[in-house]
């Protein structure tokens, strides 16, 4: 099988490069103006929207997972549209470039997050659940209503809603853990809003079986069925490491140092349970949040070839 992949130097992307090829199949992602192309690879300018379409003929799996990060800087006007760009614009350029090619590709997997849902307090959202209404779910609405146009070409489309990923390798755990080792570890506000998570191994096997599996369409929730509340999670990650839990962070105080971020990102309640990757036989291998932060933190958690 011949996959392409934008996004292909991130976290995700590396990761489910990775293991594609292991699986045997011919990987290519797609290299901006200026960058090192290797055969395989497709040059392309989402800036310009020019994509080189020669070089995406013949991909039998076209995979999105391209996306400024939401946490880095505070959410100004500026930042706001380099989310927008590097998500709405983007995938526009790439998915108009789908429907020109001669030779479809069967599946088309984009990112998107459970951002999508706002902050729903207890409620539990699965994939029919509504849009919620701040920056993050408008965002993550639109983005997902560019990726979808790729059904309209005749191409199946798969949209993976991310819940908060977890590795050893950098991304949200990374930044959660250094204030924990520093001795100033704590729930975030009152601690009660849901967090939602994945490992990153469940992240790659997901993308594996959603491009086997053709009855897979539409948003996929992509979050391991066990969410837990903020404070819970802090007291887990706080025995895993051996470090207390004692400095709470209120929630004023976030929202002074992190402006709008604090209520979108943090203070968000997202209770999100993967209902279509359980009704198709989906299984996760860390459904446990203690299980997988002490593997990830002991280095145990690797991405399975």
């Not at 880095?72 to 429907?99: A, H, I, N, Q």
């Not at 146009?149 to 005749?154: D, K, L």
């Not at 993976?160 to 959660?176: N, P, T, Y």
């Not at 469940?202 to 069925?225: C, F, K, L, S, Y």
């Amino acid at each position: 099988m011949k996959v392409l992949i934008s996004g292909a130097s991130g976290l995700v992307g590396t990761s489910v490069a990775d293991a594609l090829r292991k699986d045997g199949h011919a990987v290519g992602k797609f290299v901006r103006t200026g960058g090192t192309a290797r055969d395989g690879d497709a040059r392309w300018d989402p800036a310009s929207g020019t994509v080189d379409l020669a070089a995406m003929e013949g991909a039998d799996a076209v995979i999105c997972l391209s996306g400024a990060s939401v946490g880095e800087g505070r959410w100004t006007p500026e930042r706001k549209k380099v989310l927008r760009s590097s998500r709405v614009d983007l995938t526009r350029v790439l998915v108009d470039s789908l429907g020109r090619l001669k030779q479809k590709p069967r599946v088309f997997i984009a990112a998107s997050a459970i951002g999508y849902y706002g902050n729903r307090g207890d409620e539990i959202l699965t994939e029919s659940s509504t849009a919620g209404n701040n920056f993050i779910a408008q965002l993550a609405r639109d983005w997902e209503a560019e990726s979808m146009r790729a059904e309209g070409a005749g191409i199946r489309t798969v949209i993976l809603r991310f819940a908060v990923i977890l590795s050893a390798k950098g991304g949200a755990l990374g930044r959660m853990i250094l204030p924990f080792k520093l001795g100033a570890g704590g729930r975030l506000g009152s601690g009660k809003q849901w967090m939602s998570w994945v490992a990153l191994e469940d992240v790659v096997e997901t993308v594996r079986a959603v491009i086997a599996d053709e009855r897979m369409r539409g948003p996929v929730n992509v979050a391991a069925p066990g969410p837990v509340q903020n404070a819970e999670f802090t007291r887990v990650l706080a025995k895993v490491l051996h470090r207390p839990a004692i400095l709470p962070a209120p929630a004023l105080a976030l929202r002074i140092a992190l402006g709008e971020m604090a209520d979108g990102l943090l203070l968000s309640s997202q209770r999100v349970i993967p209902e279509k990757l359980r009704a198709a036989g989906h299984r996760f291998r860390y459904e446990n949040l203690e299980t997988a932060l002490r593997e990830i933190v002991a280095g145990k958690s690797v991405v399975s070839a």
